[in-house]
């Protein structure tokens, strides 16, 4: 299946609160989080939408200053139905890219300590695990696991003009 991404804007909002909910249950961010979490200039959020449909299947964001420093994936939801199709590592893969085009040398992200599909998407991108917090999910007491990559400096590139 392909997938279109675009940025996530306002209008996005309220399928993106619903999916929230409907994923991350007890966990879930509160809708006015996450209108200040995409509102957020130092924020970059991507919406996920199969190719011809205007239904939004998965979504995921950074926060990055465009002065490089650190930066955190703050969430990766996809659809239930989506899930083992690339959709995550899509939309993970897309978060680096822009991660590097704001300069930062290393992203850091929380993952449940029992979301064994997830650890293993971020490790086979080539995050490792630095840290454990105890009871971090606190609506079931579960660990989160911190994870980071070092993305490295900025490596010059070929440039395609339309010339």
């Known amino acids: 299946m392909t ?31 996450m209108v200040a979490e995409l509102s957020h200039p130092a924020s970059y959020y991507l919406v996920a939408r199969p190719d011809g449909d205007d239904a939004i299947v998965g ?7 465009h002065r490089g420093g650190d930066g955190d994936i703050q969430t990766v939801a996809v659809a239930p139905e989506h899930r083992g199709r690339g959709l995550g ?45 105890a009871g971090y999910y606190q609506s079931d007491g579960v660990d989160a696991i911190v994870m980071t990559i070092a993305l490295g400096a900025p490596q010059p590139g070929w440039a395609v003009g339309d010339d």
């Open 3 to 33: 997938y279109l991404l675009s940025r996530a804007v306002l209008e996005d909002l309220p399928e993106m609160i619903s999916w929230e909910a409907a994923l991350f249950g007890a966990d879930a961010w509160s809708p006015e989080v």
């Open 59 to 65: 979504y995921a964001g950074l926060r990055a200053d």
């Open 89 to 133: 590592r899509l939309l993970v893969e897309a978060l680096l890219v822009e991660a590097r085009q704001r300069l930062v040398s290393s992203v850091f992200l929380e993952v449940r300590a029992d979301n064994l599909e997830a650890r293993g998407l971020y490790q086979s991108l080539g995050f490792y695990e630095i840290d454990r917090r």
